[in-house]
């Protein structure tokens, strides 16, 4: 009766034949599936590899591969010379499980439920979003001029030979030649004092932000942070519990007597000095000092989130902060997502001496170090020369861009879009009237393909000034010009529809006026 009843369940089963998917696997897959959901019960027979490969109208082979997985998985026995069974060790009570199944949308809040509290918290941050890579988000540099040829010599030669290190895994610091390599190239271009052991290896600034935060900061610890700022900052810093002080700018940079004024005993600063984002100012060396100052009075830590300092177009760069702090209070943090690309996922710290033992003991916690050969490569792409030429090219070909984008914003939305040149970084941020709904408008553009970020989104108790984030670095002059008059068509349709919504209640008015 079992054999009969395996018989016609497996023998009508549908194979889909058009699927790149093997038909050993298929059948697999739906064995084992009637198996886990209890519709084959532990002990049945199932039909010989023959007959079942007649009914399904496949090979024998097929099926005698199939067979013989399950077998490797103990899904089925074969007792010698009397077939194959569903294994009788297996605990019928366990086996409604749906392994692979997807939870399905509508089973979302059920797993919310599930969760811890913190859980809960985390994934209800939702700071970040991620847009796909179209003209002009901001955080995209141009990829296809990235010496790619190079890039894979240098990972193919330490994949072929590879150190022992490399397999087992290294230090949670990261590969020392490339911190040397790192420390090396901040100390000469951006006066950072360090050595290598101060340098960690990170997945990028995102990470650095997390591992500070975990190391510095309590929750309900005050951190300083720049008002309008950068989104993954404010996320990294409310998942660890802190509570945000948002600090207004100025021409000058972050307003060191406000942010004294609104929290003078907090524990932390987090700043981009060198091009604020997303204003683009430069903190000038006076509030520098002040912040720095403020630091050591109330004996709280600075973090300089100094993303995107190699591409400076006019003037000369200013010094980076942790080259003035003569305290050990500031940790710097820098990325290769913009100098090379963000799917690299390398980045790094540089953190005062005293505190090299913590951070790498709260980095083995999270998951030590990221990938060693890649790690190793940038270290011979730093030191080769290969890393400062690209830089060179993309810092010629990022003015060059950024002065197109100027020119075709001033041609096709000069009326209502405000933009001036920037000395430095890979955006432009274009003002708006503050009447004006920049989230609606960058909605709109979205939805044609153009993203461009509302900057009254950034910030959080500042009155927010109306804009958009225009990213160039990554967007070649064709794109630019095509994706600009999209953008003038987006404008064109939002004030049209905003003339008309005004209008409306006038005319209403207008009519009742009439009929009275
Ligand atoms: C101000 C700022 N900090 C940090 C980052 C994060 O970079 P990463 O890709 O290294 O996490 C970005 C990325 O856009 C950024 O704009």
Redesign the pocket.
């Known amino acids: 009766m079992k054999k009969r009843y395996a018989a016609a369940l497996l023998g009508t089963l549908a194979l889909d034949r058009t699927s790149g998917e093997p038909l050993y696997r298929q059948l697999y897959f739906a064995i084992r599936e009637a198996i886990l959901e209890g519709r084959l019960r532990p002990g049945t027979r199932l039909p010989s590899t023959r007959s079942l490969a007649a009914d399904l109208d496949v090979s024998r082979n097929t099926v005698v591969i199939a067979f013989d997985q399950l077998l490797a998985e103990g899904y089925v026995e074969g007792r010698t010379g009397a077939g194959t069974y569903v294994s009788a060790t297996l605990p019928e009570e366990l086996l409604t499980a749906r392994p692979g199944r997807v939870v399905p949308r509508d089973g979302a809040r059920h797993a919310h439920n599930r969760l811890s509290e913190r859980g809960r918290f985390l994934a209800g941050i939702r700071t970040m979003s991620f847009s796909e890579p179209a003209p002009f988000s901001?955080?995209l540099p141009e990829l296809a001029r990235f010496p790619f040829d190079d890039w894979a010599r240098l990972l193919a030669k330490h994949w072929r030979y590879p150190k022992h290190e490399f397999l087992v895994g290294g230090d949670a610091a990261g590969y020392a030649p490339l911190r040397a390599a790192i420390a090396a190239y901040l100390g000469a271009a951006r006066a950072v004092t360090c050595d290598a052991d101060q340098v960690m290896i990170v997945s990028?600034?995102?990470q650095a932000l997390d591992l500070a935060t975990r190391v510095l900061i309590d929750p309900g610890d005050e951190v300083w942070i720049e008002d309008p700022g950068?989104a993954?900052i404010r996320g990294a810093l409310i998942a660890s519990g802190a509570a945000l002080a948002p600090v207004p700018l100025d021409g000058e940079g972050l307003d060191v007597t406000a942010g004294r004024r609104r929290a003078p005993a907090a524990r932390l600063a987090i700043v981009?000095p060198s091009h604020q984002?997303p204003l683009g100012v430069t903190m000038s060396l006076t509030r520098r000092l002040e912040l720095l100052d403020w630091a050591r009075g109330a004996d709280a830590f600075v973090i300089e989130?100094d993303?995107d300092s190699e591409y400076r177009y006019a003037g000369r760069p200013l010094a980076a902060l942790q080259g003035l702090d003569g305290d050990g209070r500031v940790i710097y943090i820098g990325?290769f997502?913009k100098v090379m690309f963000?799917g690299l996922r390398l980045?790094y710290l540089v953190v005062p001496a005293d505190l090299v033992d913590a951070f790498r003991g709260v980095r083995q916690i999270v998951d030590s170090h990221p990938s060693s050969v890649a790690q190793a490569a940038l270290a011979d792409f730093i030191a080769e020369g290969y890393l400062a030429a690209h830089v060179r090219r993309m810092r010629a070909l990022y003015a060059e861009r950024q002065a197109a984008l100027l020119t075709e914003l001033r041609k096709r939305l000069g009326g209502r879009l405000t933009v001036a040149p920037d000395e430095s970084g890979m955006h432009l941020i274009g003002y708006l009237d503050d009447a004006v709904d920049d989230a609606a408008l960058s909605q709109a553009a979205a939805a044609r393909g153009v993203v461009v970020s509302a900057l009254s989104r950034l910030y959080v108790d500042a009155p927010p000034r109306k804009g958009l984030m225009l990213g160039y670095a990554g967007v070649a002059e064709p794109a630019m010009r095509r994706a600009v008059a999209t953008l003038a068509g987006v404008f064109d349709e939002f004030f049209a529809a905003r003339v008309d919504s005004h209008s409306a209640p006038r005319m209403a008015l207008e009519g009742s006026h009439f009929s009275a």
Request: aromatic letters at 20%; glycine letters at 20%.
């Open positions: 901001p955080a990028g600034a995102q950068y993954g981009t984002y989130d993303y990325t997502s963000p980045g």
